[in-house]
């Protein structure tokens, strides 16, 4: 990685026109500005990176900030104003505006702040070194902690001392297995992870919003392999779900299907280990996401042999997106080869659902009153269709249908 002081000058997204608006709207008055975070770090990584969303920090109080942006006739949002955050909207790109903080008080949930215009006291205050770095407008770089080094080497260091930086935020335990999914490759040092196995207890008292949106973005890491096993090791896993995770089939899942989803990925890692339907009012999932977890969790996973006739019957039963799903655990659980699985995909990818060719109307104009006599009906007509692979058609499944007999005499 570059040792320059000015890493940052090429970026894209620092040169890019509604950014030095922005600049030059805050800087009205010679008051500093830098970018902060997310866009800065990531930037140090893939310096070709370009960036939509981005944070700055100035000593500005928010109203002013307001001020200064719409006097350059740029549309700000109060998004966090009660917390010193707007957000600026200019070409296409949102700049959330935060003024310098500190903690005054933190509760393990949520920190009481003050306004500084110290810019190492607001760099003090974050998390890890990694995000603890800044820039200004000229792609200088301020890295106070040394959080460029530990980038460089896949270090995920807290800023001070860990123990501390976890009781000011419990979520911070969580942040750091995200982080390393993304960025390790050092293995982290014994008193860190003490410190996250010692405090794992406070992961109670954070809500499932916070979890769920952590988690998933954990799993969507590059390392995330490393960071479970470190996770389990510390038992952060099992202090939120009671059970070790099933790392062997979420590591064949992810080999097998590298598109796999987080919901997918958190059915490998949960399957008969823990009540998944517990663990989705935990996290606040989604009802869709929850019930479609517990589906896969629960559910008996077909063969992945089965002739191909078998899987289309399947696919119309309970819908391709849903037997794939469980096709794709199938082949993690029992250690299938990749060809035994691309094999059902390819039955399932050329497969289009198609409709019942016959309805009620056509089996009330045979004389079936409407009710459960028509639906029995209508169940045996479809069974039958089933079974010939769909390709019987209305005439040929009309034609399995009893004579009706007319109260009156005589058959209609």
């Known amino acids: 990685m570059p040792t320059d002081d000015r890493p ?3 970026a894209r997204w620092l040169d890019a026109e509604p950014s030095r608006r922005v600049l030059a709207a805050l800087g009205v008055g010679g008051a500093p500005v830098r970018f902060v975070g997310g866009c800065v770090r990531d930037t140090l990584i893939d310096p070709m990176l370009d960036m939509v969303d981005l944070d700055l920090a100035t000593p500005l109080p928010p109203e002013r900030n307001v001020e200064l942006l719409e006097q350059a006739g740029i549309r700000t949002v109060p998004t966090g104003i009660a917390h010193g ?6 070409g296409g790109r949102a700049f959330e505006i935060t003024t310098l903080r500190q903690d ?4 393990g949930r949520r920190a009481t702040v003050a306004f500084t215009d110290c810019f190492l006291a607001d760099a003090a205050r974050r998390d890890f070194t990694i995000n603890a770095m800044s820039c200004d407008a000229s ?24 123990v501390a930086r976890i009781r000011e935020d419990y979520l911070r335990i969580l942040r750091f297995f995200r982080f390393f999914a993304r960025f390790g490759q050092e293995r982290p040092p014994a008193a860190t992870l003490d410190a ?3 405090e794992r207890a406070g992961l109670q008292r954070l809500s499932g919003e916070r979890l769920r949106a952590e988690l998933l973005k954990l799993l969507a890491g590059v390392a995330v392999e490393a960071s479970l096993k470190l996770m389990t090791e510390t038992g952060v896993w099992q202090a939120i779900f009671g059970a070790a995770p099933t790392l062997d089939r979420f590591v064949r899942l992810r080999r097998l299907v590298p598109e796999a989803d987080p919901i997918l990925e958190f059915a490998a890692l949960t399957r008969g280990v823990i009540d998944t339907a517990a663990i989705a009012e935990r996290l606040r999932l989604a009802n869709r996401e929850g019930d479609r977890l517990v589906d896969l969790t629960t559910a008996d996973l077909p063969d992945l042999d089965l002739e191909p006739a078998l899987l289309r019957h399947l696919a119309y039963r309970l819908g391709k997106r849903r037997l794939a799903d469980r096709l794709a655990l199938a082949a993690a659980e029992r250690e299938a080869a990749p060809t035994s699985l691309a094999s059902a995909t390819a039955v399932l990818d050329a497969f289009d659902p198609p409709r019942l060719p016959v309805g009620g109307h056509d089996l009330m104009a045979r004389g079936i009153p409407s009710g459960p006599a028509l639906g029995q009906a209508l169940r045996r007509l479809e069974e039958a269709w089933i079974a010939s692979d769909f390709t019987a058609d209305r005439d040929a499944l009309l034609a399995l ?11 209609t």
Do not use: H, K, N, S
């Open 8 to 10: 940052l000058t090429a």
């Open 85 to 90: 955050t707007i957000t600026a909207l200019a």
């Open 196 to 198: 996250l196995a010692g």
């Open 104 to 107: 005054v008080a933190t509760d």
């Open 401 to 411: 249908l009893q004579p009706v007999t007319d109260p009156l005499g005589g058959d």
């Open 139 to 162: 792609g200088r770089l301020f890295d106070p902690f040394a959080g460029r080094a530990d980038l460089a080497a896949g270090r995920i260091r807290f800023v001070g001392e860990p």
